[in-house]
């Protein structure tokens, strides 16, 4: 089983307070590396030091497509000081999406911060939520819109395994679909207690993560990045990203 890293965002409050100490934590919990969102203070070469002291490596990093515009060489090449290989488009406002009118000026930015991210031998992805199912006038989801139009060179997915779940589709059969062009799936789970959506540690919510993975072991998935937006009810970030962590080494022992 490939290596598990988590999101950041899900310990947003605890890096606020605390980076190192988070950090450490976080490998004791025995995750392998880190996805950020922001560096909390920390200069890129502060940050590297202190990743590569505590032994965790830095995959990737979620920014948003609003800085990107603004400055994409100098957005990435901050991150590509910290050590990320990964960039990550992680949220469209409405006047982004693929439903709005500016779609294709939108697309065209993806492509042209795609190009930058590769001259600097670092990959471009988009994270998906639930909007992207949605289907366009053509009738074609625009997930598909995205991944068919813009070329995988320049860039790939980050499936958010718990949308495409929510949203009524497969993860697995978008995995296959796009066989190879998702080096970071992102795990996360959900329940719908007494009809109330709520985000759950991995494995503990309604999605088949054994199948999921199975199928990813096969698709060309480099990285697991557990994310949970919001703790479980009664639980702290760190108890859930225990919870997930602790799950997902059940399944990667050999017994499984």
Same mark, same amino acid.
Request: glycine share 8%; with cysteine.
């Given at each position: 089983?490939?290596?598990?890293?988590i999101?950041l965002?899900s310990?947003?409050?605890e890096?606020?307070?605390?980076?190192?100490?988070?950090?450490?934590k976080?490998?004791?919990?025995?995750y392998?590396?880190v996805?950020?969102?922001?560096l909390?203070?920390?200069?890129?070469e502060?940050m590297?030091?202190l990743?590569?002291e505590l032994?965790l490596?830095p995959?990737s990093?979620h920014i948003?497509?609003g800085?990107l515009r603004k400055d994409a060489?100098?957005?990435?090449e901050c991150?590509?000081?910290v050590g990320c290989?990964?960039?990550v *488009?992680?949220w469209?406002d +409405?006047i982004d999406?693929p439903?709005?009118?500016?779609w $294709?000026?939108?697309?065209?930015?993806?492509?042209?911060?795609g190009?930058?991210?590769a001259?600097k031998q670092m990959?471009?992805s988009?994270?998906?939520?639930?909007?992207?199912?949605e289907?366009?006038?053509?009738g074609v989801?625009g997930?598909?819109?995205?991944?068919?139009?813009?070329?995988?060179?320049?860039?790939?997915?980050q499936q958010?395994?718990?949308?495409?779940?929510?949203?009524?589709?497969s993860?697995?059969?978008y995995?296959?679909k796009?066989?190879?062009r998702?080096?970071l799936l992102?795990l996360?789970?959900?329940?719908?207690?007494?009809?109330e959506f709520?985000?759950?540690?991995?494995?503990?919510?309604e999605?088949?993560?054994?199948? *999921?993975i199975?199928?990813a +072991?096969?698709c060309g998935?480099?990285?697991?990045v557990? $994310?949970?937006?919001q703790p479980?009810v009664?639980k702290?970030?760190?108890?859930?990203?225990?919870?997930?962590i602790k799950?997902?080494?059940?399944?990667?022992?050999?017994q499984k």
């Amino acid at each position: 089983m490939k290596p598990v890293a988590i999101q950041l965002f899900s310990l947003r409050d605890e890096m606020q307070k605390d980076v190192k100490a988070t950090l450490k934590k976080v490998k004791e919990l025995g995750y392998d590396g880190v996805e950020f969102a922001g560096l909390w203070g920390k200069t890129p070469e502060e940050m590297a030091e202190l990743v590569g002291e505590l032994g965790l490596v830095p995959i990737s990093a979620h920014i948003p497509i609003g800085d990107l515009r603004k400055d994409a060489s100098g957005a990435i090449e901050c991150f590509k000081r910290v050590g990320c290989k990964h960039i990550v *488009i992680p949220w469209l406002d +409405e006047i982004d999406r693929p439903k709005s009118e500016s779609w $294709e000026n939108t697309k065209a930015d993806f492509e042209r911060i795609g190009k930058i991210a590769a001259e600097k031998q670092m990959s471009l992805s988009y994270h998906n939520h639930g909007f992207e199912f949605e289907p366009l006038q053509n009738g074609v989801l625009g997930f598909d819109n995205i991944f068919e139009t813009i070329s995988p060179d320049l860039l790939k997915m980050q499936q958010d395994v718990c949308w495409v779940h929510f949203s009524g589709h497969s993860p697995e059969k978008y995995l296959e679909k796009y066989k190879n062009r998702c080096p970071l799936l992102h795990l996360k789970d959900y329940s719908r207690e007494n009809g109330e959506f709520g985000f759950r540690p991995v494995g503990h919510g309604e999605i088949n993560f054994v199948s *999921i993975i199975e199928t990813a +072991e096969k698709c060309g998935v480099e990285w697991y990045v557990v $994310e949970q937006d919001q703790p479980t009810v009664g639980k702290t970030p760190f108890e859930c990203a225990e919870m997930s962590i602790k799950y997902l080494r059940e399944l990667r022992s050999p017994q499984k």
